[in-house]
């Protein structure tokens, strides 16, 4: 009796396995697979726009998503690449990771010469060249900011702040006043601080903003240990326990965004995404929030933010290189930017789209982030190659054992820079 | 006599690796060549961005991995969180199973009610658990402050000290599902002849648990305790999600994922994986051999 | 002691636990009711249910299917594993033959390398098996961490079956099968629903082999669908989605342990006594 029924289960999964398993290599002959976006606006806003150039082209296109954190995606995209699988011909690749992944892809240059790169940024067509080979096209990018509370500082009588110890005055004036009036969770600043690349994002701020470089120089020489990254995590770690909340230590983008959204800070470093969510309807603070440029350091500082954001590039390993080369020059192309910038307030690479004049109506604030972005500070992710993640790793402990207070900034640079050094032996 | 006793072991004997055989082949199929290409290339400097360029080293790897301090701090992570959590998840386990053994009214919601966490994915779970650990808008906090535990928001996730604590509270929390069931299904297999008799010796429930249930629930016990030592010595999922990449909490498959994806150094990476497996493999001898189980003559 | 006193303790001792276990759920469908900027405030319910959250994890990918999907590869785990492990208990737990011991530390030996570790061998094997993107491949991969665990679980309960029951069914002339399948497999019960069903959430909760071998949305198991849910940007991460997901995937769940909490409870002297 009891053996008769798991035949019969069994049998009922055999007939699922072959409606439901089905067998499938993603891409079938003669089409093309590009990895882009997780589920969400983002995924469509890809998915409308493969659409279009597929009907264009005649050529079928498959949409794949890919996970949302993307340490999670590096390590996928690595997994299908070091195989040589051509299952994927398109990639969408973070700023950081030409170097990481660069053997994998094409030289764009051939098809993408000076002249079309022209017209984009040239900090990340400078950041997407590994060793002479353009590896990627540059297709949204994101610029750190600092958001503050327009009606707070107007309300105690201050400017945005122009510089690091501006913004620490204004902030302990304000944190203090606003506890006294009941306001016992106001922060003064809120940023990235948990130990993973956003805190080497906003560390790498802190210290080119005192000129204290880019950890590693373009020559590839680390130059970490010096004055002024030293005064630039001083300052920092001042901050921490007065403020900082303690727990900032281990905030991300969103941990920070809830902070400040919910009224609880008076600035936020952040990137732009958080603009459209600090304003919408349900927002506490909606109509209260200003964004500007990230304060320099001291009156010789100079006020940066760091370049994030997405490129295309295509697979070695594709059977269809000339169509997704293709298709990586539809998707990046002045009008398809212009478009995703309309409908989701993704910030294009081509320059002249901060002028457009359509472009500026959908995101008055697009305007004021263009110096921002000339301004913009890479990562060091070309130089260091394949290391960039043991550089960024080595600099974001550095930087959390400062804030942490369990070494001084000075001590802390010394030996990253002893670190760094043996590391450098290999880019 | 003799005879019949000699065909009839042969037969089971025969019948044993034709039971076995299965198994072994499926395992030997899906374990065989991943552990065995990882252990082979731990002595190599084989690099993700070109697997094919690689070089054998010898026990390099093996000898930077001995003179890494960050190494040996999540060693040392890694083995105070399996010690901590695994003893509070065995006692709490054992007092969930004992409690459901019981008769009680609603025994079913309980039993039911204990399995969600373990049933919650973990990606998800841990994700939660960092949300609700948040020092200003997390409900841990908000509850402690509400009940009058602390009077200043405790930085959970920041803290060096707290952070570790907050780990294993969640991992309390999510396996000690796993571990009751485990116990469950061991006591609710346990000849009732034993307690009858006790009973009626008159003899106190609590000499009873010691002296009668707990040694014949040693073997499901320590099968238990085994797979949770296994697991935790191997954590990495709940961990990596709630404290990513930070020293503080970064156990030994934290460090071997940092070398093998983050960094691409799949020969030094296999090396840290190989030593986890060997490292684990002298926990699961000592125990085994002071649990006393597998031991030929039990069967 | 006083008895109802006690009694008054045990049940305070349930209610606390009760609490533990079932409060972060309770947050998580607290949470998966808040829109936009509730979720920065630690309400205790939402002022105003959205239940469109519910309503989007569903419009945005096919998410009927992934929970099918991790329905088949969850149910076929469990019945391959435990399959193959009752017939290696029996031989493992009751008969005597030489590298017993040897095997049995072999087994455990499997499950001790960090998952990351073989990822890239199963990799190429479900490569070259042709499985890549198939949920066959997902089931085939899970039988690394599920086996070793059911072998053990299952040897140890077997070898505490009456040495009686064996032999009365040898005198009958019954074949080593037809033990293991007639008369072992009805007292173990307990056992089985047990351990079937730790594999079973082992294998619905996996995520790092059901991300890396498959490929397309069709494919893809729940765990992964939930960690592919994005906002707007590629920072936002839209929480009271991911909430929602996590409550519709953990239902089922429930739903089944509710299901086989009778054969959990329904003890080994109850099958003897049939038997």
Same mark, same amino acid.
């Given at each position: ?427 | ?43 190599? !400097? ?21 003179? !890494?301090? !960050? ?129 009626? !010796? ?98 | ?275």
């Amino acid at each position: 009796m009891r053996s008769d029924r798991n035949v019969l289960v069994l049998g009922a999964i055999c007939g699922a396995t072959l409606t439901l398993c089905g067998h499938g290599s993603p891409t079938a002959a003669q089409e093309l697979a590009i990895s882009c976006g997780a589920v969400g606006q983002e995924l469509a806003l890809c998915q409308e726009g493969v659409a279009a150039w597929s009907e264009q082209s005649g050529v079928p296109v498959t949409v794949v998503s890919t996970p949302n954190s993307s340490s999670e995606r590096l390590a996928l995209y690595q997994q299908i690449l070091a195989s040589g699988s051509g299952d994927i011909d398109v990639y969408q690749v973070d700023v950081i990771w030409p170097g990481i992944l660069g053997t994998h892809f094409v030289d764009l240059g051939a098809d993408f010469d000076e002249e079309v790169m022209s017209a984009y940024f040239p900090s990340l067509v400078q950041n997407n060249t590994v060793n002479g080979e353009l590896k990627m096209i540059p297709w949204f990018t994101d610029v750190g900011l600092l958001y503050y509370r327009a009606d707070l500082l107007e309300q105690y009588g201050h400017e945005p702040p122009t510089t690091w110890e501006e913004l620490t005055a204004a902030a302990e004036e304000i944190q203090a006043a606003e506890r006294a009036a009941g306001n016992s969770r106001m922060q003064g600043l809120v940023f990235q601080g948990n130990a993973y690349e956003g805190l080497t994002c906003n560390a790498l701020e802190w210290v080119y903003s005192y000129g204290g470089g880019t950890i590693v120089d373009e020559a590839g020489e680390v130059t970490i240990n010096n004055p002024e990254a030293v005064a630039a995590l001083d300052e920092a770690a001042g901050w921490i326990g007065t403020i900082s909340p303690q727990g900032v230590l281990a905030y991300q983008e969103e941990e920070a965004r809830g902070v400040f959204q919910a009224g609880h800070s008076v600035f936020m470093r952040n990137w732009p995404y958080a603009w459209a969510l600090a304003n919408a309807d349900d927002s506490p603070v909606k109509d209260k929030v200003g964004v500007v440029a990230l304060p320099k350091g001291g009156a010789d500082g100079q006020r940066t933010g760091v370049l994030g954001g997405w490129n295309l590039a295509v697979s070695k390993y594709s059977d269809m290189q000339e169509e997704a080369v293709e298709l990586v020059a539809y998707l990046t192309s002045y009008e398809e930017q212009k478009r995703r910038a309309i409908e989701g307030a993704y910030n294009p690479t081509i320059t002249a789209l901060y002028e457009d004049p359509q472009v500026l109506d959908a995101n008055p604030f697009f305007g004021e982030l263009y110096d921002t972005f000339v301004n913009a500070v890479a990562r060091p992710s070309s130089v260091t190659g394949t290391r960039y993640n043991q550089v960024s790793t080595e600099f974001w402990n550095a930087v959390h054992a400062t804030l942490n207070g369990t070494v001084t900034a000075e001590q802390s640079l010394a030996q990253l820079e002893r670190r760094l050094d043996r590391l450098a032996r290999n880019w | 006599m003799a005879r019949r006793e000699t065909e009839l072991t042969r037969q089971r004997l025969r019948s044993a690796w034709l039971f076995l055989t299965p198994m072994i082949v499926v395992l030997l199929m899906v374990a065989g060549w991943p552990l065995a290409r990882t252990i082979a290339l731990s002595f190599t !400097d084989a690099n993700l961005a070109d697997l094919q360029a690689r070089q054998f080293v010898g026990l390099l790897n093996y000898e930077f991995l001995m003179t !890494d301090p !960050d190494w040996w701090r999540s060693v040392w992570n890694t083995v105070f969180f399996t010690v901590v959590s695994v003893s509070i998840e065995t006692v709490l386990g054992l007092m969930i199973a004992l409690a459901l053994h019981e008769h009680f009214k609603g025994r079913g919601l309980l039993r039911a009610a204990i399995l969600i966490p373990w049933a919650i994915p973990t990606v998800v779970s841990a994700q939660m658990w960092r949300w609700m650990f948040n020092d200003v808008y997390g409900v841990i906090n908000e509850i402690m402050l509400f009940v009058g535990l602390t009077s200043e928001p405790w930085a959970w996730l920041a803290d060096p000290q707290l952070s570790m604590a907050a780990v294993i509270a969640v991992d309390v929390w999510k396996t000690t599902p796993f571990m009751a069931l485990l116990i469950l299904a061991g006591l609710q297999m346990l000849p009732q002849d034993c307690y009858e008799n006790a009973r009626i !010796d008159g003899v106190h429930p609590v000499t009873t648990f010691f002296r009668v249930t707990l040694p014949l629930l040693k073997p499901a016990l320590l099968v238990a305790i085994i797979f949770r030592t296994l697991d935790a010595l191997r954590m990495f999922d709940l961990v990596y999600v709630m404290q990513g990449n930070k020293v503080d909490t970064m156990t030994m498959s934290i460090y071997a994922r940092q070398q093998l994806v983050d960094f691409q150094d799949v020969g030094y990476g296999s090396a840290a994986a190989t030593l986890v497996f060997m490292i684990i493999a002298v926990f699961t001898v000592i125990y085994l051999t002071a649990g006393g189980v597998g031991r030929e003559e039990k069967a | 002691m006083n008895g109802a006193w006690r009694r008054w303790v045990f049940y305070a001792l349930l209610i606390i636990l009760f609490i533990y276990t079932v409060f972060p759920f309770y947050w998580a469908i607290n949470t998966s009711l808040m829109s936009g900027s509730e979720l920065f405030e630690a309400r205790p319910w939402p002022p105003d249910p959205a239940w469109s959250n519910y309503v989007s994890i569903f419009r945005e990918q096919p998410f009927g299917r992934q929970i099918l999907n991790s329905v088949f590869v969850a149910v076929s785990v469990v019945l391959l594993a435990l399959s193959l492990s009752v017939l290696a208990a029996y031989a493992l737990g009751r008969i005597q033959f030489r590298g017993r011991r040897l095997l049995l530390f072999t087994i455990l030996g499997v499950s001790m390398f960090p998952q990351i570790a073989v990822l890239s061998g199963m990799f190429e094997l479900v490569r070259s098996l042709g499985l890549y993107n198939n949920l066959l491949s997902l089931v085939l991969s899970y039988m690394i961490f599920t086996v070793p665990f059911t072998v053990w679980v299952l040897t140890t309960f077997m070898r505490e079956l009456p040495k009686e029951l064996e032999e009365a069914a040898f005198v009958d002339g019954a074949s080593p099968f037809v033990i293991v399948t007639q008369v072992f497999l009805p007292l173990m019960g307990p056992a089985l629903v047990t351990t079937g069903l730790l594999a079973f959430i082992a294998a619905w909760n996996e995520f790092l082999f059901a991300l890396t071998f498959t490929l397309s949305s069709e494919q893809r198991t729940v765990p992964v669908a939930i960690a592919l849910i994005s906002g707007a940007s590629a920072f936002e991460l839209p929480w009271a989605n991911i909430m929602a997901a996590s409550v519709v995937v953990t239902v089922p769940l429930i739903v089944l342990v509710l299901i086989f909490q009778r054969r959990i409870v329904s003890g080994l002297t109850a099958g003897a006594v049939k038997g």
